[in-house]
């Protein structure tokens, strides 16, 4: 029996040389057009971090991809996903984005996609909830990280110098990056004028590039398996041949109807599950909280001057909080507005154009609960998405 002691090791050891030298140009033949229409509704963290489905995605003038966080998964019979799917208007939305997803995970996917940006019609969904005074944190930040991205930022040359070291900088206040010390080092190579850092990162940059190929295989792997079915909440009697006017009508019925428990317009489920238990000690517990001061703005901005640089064609999204919740747990209406022409000012700066639905912070319905956009919020960005891809 001893004889036959190392053949799982040397099994396990010719597949680890199979995967890893398998031409990456014969693992492309497997992947079909359906897997990528596939990933336009899955919301995969893992096509997130990956670069394949999405680099496919962009070459196809079909895809309108929506770039945004948490609300992306909020489906309802409005939702973009299943409005164009019902009433086709030459584009599928493809969903970029969860719970986290804030501006230096947005821009690190753009860096890794930026040769495919020129003249790519896009929508960017900005939460004011991102704007915390010290903008995103590591416990969300490292979810939604990807190494892959993060090592094509460090052999990225199509960026702009200052615009890649400011990034850098920031990845480099998370515990996440710094634990790479392959990474860290490439990356303190790129910043720094010390010709010891630089020396490192030389020494180091064959494994870093070994490193970024084997993400990339991992990555194409993925692409081949890693699908699912969501349950998207389809309507297409409810929604097909309707006029914006008519839709908003029918989103405010159904809202309303989902809605009966609380004096929020928050759906009922999310009240019960989440408000309703706590309701009480929730009353003020906002007052100290401020989205006017946020280290958010400058990782936003990098967002902007990247998309800026590459000739994107962005419509961002300013979405309102919910009025009343807000109200109740004391973060001021004059913070809130202060914000709103902040971050408005900030785009237009950079001569994007703007869908900025601030003023719907009492709109009944326009929220599904204290800040996801739902029901007849999706109506109004449907007609903003319709709008800005026939200009």
């Excluded at 995969?44 to 966080?69: A, D, H, R, T, V």
């Excluded at 914000?339 to 326009?366: C, L, M, T, W």
Aim: hydrophobic content about 40%; some cysteine.
């Amino acid at each position: 029996m001893k004889k036959y002691a190392f053949a799982p090791i040397i099994i396990a050891f010719a597949l680890f040389l199979v995967f890893l030298f398998f031409p990456n140009r014969w693992i492309e033949h497997f992947i079909t057009d359906q897997n990528v229409e596939s990933a336009a509704t899955e919301l995969n963290p893992l096509m997130f971090q990956g670069e394949y489905i999405q680099s496919k995605m962009l070459e196809c003038k079909k895809y309108f991809p929506i770039y945004g966080s948490s609300e992306l998964a909020h489906f309802d019979p409005f939702h973009p996903s299943n409005y164009f799917a019902a009433n086709s208007d030459g584009f599928t939305p493809f969903l970029y984005g969860r719970g986290g997803c804030q501006s230096i995970i947005q821009f690190m996917n753009f860096a890794a996609h930026a040769n495919q940006l020129k003249g790519k019609k896009l929508v960017f969904i900005i939460s004011p909830q991102w704007f915390h005074k010290n903008g995103i944190d590591d416990f969300h930040f490292d979810p939604n990280y990807s190494m892959l991205q993060a090592y094509d930022l460090a052999f990225n040359r199509g960026l702009d110098p200052a615009l890649k070291k400011q990034a850098i900088k920031r990845l480099l206040h998370f515990d996440v990056v710094t634990r790479d010390p392959i990474l860290t080092t490439l990356f303190k190579g790129e910043i720094s004028d010390s010709s010891s850092a630089h020396f490192k990162a030389a020494v180091v940059k064959p494994i870093a590039y070994m490193t970024k190929q084997l993400l990339v295989k991992k990555d194409l792997y993925f692409t081949l398996v890693g699908h699912f079915k969501r349950n998207r909440q389809e309507n297409t009697q409810l929604i097909k041949n309707k006029s914006w006017t008519s839709l908003k009508t029918l989103a405010d019925q159904y809202g309303k109807k989902r809605s009966t428990n609380n004096p929020f317009n928050v759906e009922n489920g999310y009240y019960k599950k989440k408000i309703a238990f706590r309701v009480k000690q929730l009353k003020g517990s906002n007052t100290n909280t401020s989205y006017t001061n946020s280290i958010e703005y400058e990782d936003f901005q990098m967002v902007l001057d990247l998309l800026k640089e590459k000739n994107a064609k962005p419509l961002f999204v300013i979405l309102p909080v919910n009025g009343k919740w807000y109200d109740y747990t004391g973060l001021s209406e004059a913070n809130r507005q202060t914000y709103y022409r902040k971050i408005k000012a900030q785009v237009e700066q950079a001569g994007f154009p703007v869908a900025d639905f601030s003023n719907h912070e009492y709109d009944p319905y326009f929220l599904k609960d204290t800040m996801h956009i739902g029901w007849k919020g999706w109506v109004y960005l449907d007609e903003a998405m319709d709008k800005h891809w026939k200009q």
